[in-house]
């Protein structure tokens, strides 16, 4: 089974290369590495790294910034069975990270994998957790020990069966701004299509959560887009019976949100904004 390791990436040269040095040192015996950049321009110690290494992975440059649009065509220009994405800001814990992923697709049944994420943020869910609760809040754990059966990936380290993927439209680049829940989106249209996603802790990753990237420099900016984005999520993937908790849920979320920023009734009027803007995008078409 032949593997392709997808890394999209958007200002993050030095990280860049510390990922790719990882994942081009990797023991499976057949794979290959995908780079879709959509910098502008690197430094040139990143120019010279690329440079150097490109007859071990591909380069595909691209203008537009989308995390799920550089997904998607990494996804297309994929020629393994099972396609790995990493984030930019990653770091292999092994060189057996790919075949820990590739493993888990000896069970027919099995669609996509998540990985084991080592980051600075503490799980907010028990072991074995991984979803989007009824007050669309996501609730998940990836440093956990054990296998287990969960409803999303984290993108920073999941892989996909890659037919599976694409026969349920990979990526939405509806999801837009930090792009927050794009990869949940994805994973929660694999299960309705009849995959089970597994959590494989043996195939982990620390994740530098550095600077860079589709993050937003500001709280409230970040803010805006997770009320957009988990009503876009919420309206396409759970049910209507719950759309008064999860209305009731981000109103009272706001509120802390702009407290814990310092902010005003105008910053608090902008995520109600976004809520109205994240149901109203589920109704547009999806772009290309």
Not at 192 to 219: F, K, N
Request: proline share 5%.
């Amino acid at each position: 089974m032949r593997a392709s390791a997808v890394v999209a990436s958007y200002g993050r040269g030095p990280s860049l290369c510390r990922t790719l040095a990882g994942l081009l040192d990797q023991s499976f015996p057949d794979f290959e590495v995908i780079v879709v950049d959509q910098t502008p321009e690197h430094d040139a110690e990143t120019e010279r790294f690329l440079a150097a290494q490109a007859g071990r992975l591909r380069l595909q440059r691209e203008a537009r910034v989308s995390l799920p649009h550089a997904r998607n065509v990494g996804l297309e220009l994929a020629t393994g069975e099972v396609v790995l994405f990493v984030d930019d800001d990653t770091v292999p814990d092994s060189r057996d990270l790919i075949a820990h992923h590739v493993t888990c697709y000896g069970d027919p049944e099995v669609g996509g994998v998540a990985g084991r994420v080592v980051e600075p943020l503490p799980p907010n869910a028990p072991i074995g957790i991984a979803k989007v609760n009824i007050f669309g809040r996501t609730v998940t754990n990836f440093v956990g020990d054990s296998l287990a059966d969960v409803d999303t990936a984290k993108g920073a380290n999941m892989s996909f069966r890659r037919e599976a993927i694409r026969a349920v439209g990979g990526f939405d680049p509806r999801f837009c701004g930090t792009s927050v829940l794009e990869e949940t989106d994805a994973c929660y249209r694999l299960r309705a299509a009849g995959w089970r996603i597994v959590y494989q802790p043996q195939a982990s990753v620390h994740h530098r959560m550095e600077r860079g990237g589709c993050r937003e420099a500001g709280s409230l900016d970040g803010s805006y887009w997770l009320f957009r984005n988990s009503a876009l999520f919420y309206r396409m993937n759970k049910p209507r019976s719950g759309v008064p908790l999860f209305l009731t849920f981000f109103v009272l979320r706001g509120v802390l949100h702009v407290v814990r920023a310092g902010g005003g009734v105008r910053d608090y009027v902008r995520l109600l904004r976004g809520l109205r803007e994240g149901w109203r995008a589920a109704r547009e078409e999806r772009p290309r």
